[in-house]
């Protein structure tokens, strides 16, 4: 079992940045992929970016690349979404989850997930 919690959302103006963390507890972070999710109102669940157990492979939707970092420290059982040059269609609740198989970006494919942190972009 793994518990997440995401801390980092915000308020933020087009063109800034946020910093999303998620926090993992339970045992063997580092034998799940870790994915970051992000869902509007009135739309399903989105993949974000995703990164394998080890950090070593990283995937990104097109829609952020260029712009977003994920990255993970399996000594502190976080990983950490790094948000810039944000738009207002970035606006969404954000999500962290966690896959016991190999990274994807199907959200069915996860087994745990965060409660969400809000993430609002003003034009």
């Known amino acids: 079992q793994v518990q997440l919690v995401e801390s980092g959302g915000g308020l933020v103006q087009a063109g800034g940045s946020l910093r999303l963390s998620c926090a993992a507890s339970?045992?063997?972070?580092?034998?799940?992929?870790m994915g970051w999710f992000c869902q509007a109102p009135g739309k399903e669940r989105e993949f974000v970016a995703g990164?394998?157990?080890?950090?070593?492979?990283?995937y990104y939707a097109d829609s952020v690349k260029g712009r977003f970092t994920i990255s993970r420290d399996n000594a502190k059982n976080t990983v950490t979404l790094q948000m810039n040059s944000l738009k207002p269609e970035d606006t969404a609740v954000y999500y962290c989850?966690?896959?016991?198989?190999?990274?994807?970006?199907?959200?069915?494919?996860?087994?745990?997930w965060g409660q969400g942190t809000q993430v609002t972009v003003s034009s």
């Open positions: 990164i394998s157990r080890s950090g070593a492979v990283t």
């Open positions: 989850a966690a896959d016991r198989g190999v990274l994807t970006a199907s959200p069915s494919e996860y087994d745990y």
């Open positions: 339970g045992r063997s972070f580092s034998t799940y992929a």
